[in-house]
C-alpha cells in the first residue's frame, strides 16, 4: 500500500513528461495536476505507513499513539 503510494509521484511526473511530449500545449495543465498530485503522495505516504505498520498497533488490533 505504502510503495504503491510513494510511485503515484512518479506516475505524475512521467505523465507530464509524456503530455508535455505528446501535447506541448497542455504542458502548463500537465504541470498543474502534477503538482497536486505530489503533494497528495506526500502526505498520503507517512499516514499509510503508520495505519498499516504492525508496530504502530496494539496487542488488540487497535492503532496505538504509544510508541
Known amino acids: 500500500m505504502t510503495t504503491l ?7 505524475a511526473s ?3 513528461t ?3 511530449m505528446i501535447y506541448p500545449d ?3 495543465y500537465a504541470l498543474f495536476i502534477r503538482n497536486r498530485l505530489i503533494d ?3 502526505i498520503s505516504v507517512p499516514w499509510l505507513f503508520y ?5 504502530f ?5 487497535r ?3 504509544n510508541t
Open 5 to 11: 503510494a510513494i510511485m503515484v509521484q512518479h506516475f
Open 26 to 28: 497542455y504542458g502548463t
Open 14 to 16: 512521467g505523465g507530464k
Open 40 to 42: 497528495i503522495g506526500m
Open 51 to 55: 495505519f498499516s505498520h504492525p508496530m
Open 63 to 65: 492503532v496505538s499513539s
Open 18 to 20: 509524456l503530455v508535455g
Open 57 to 61: 498497533h496494539d496487542r488488540s488490533g
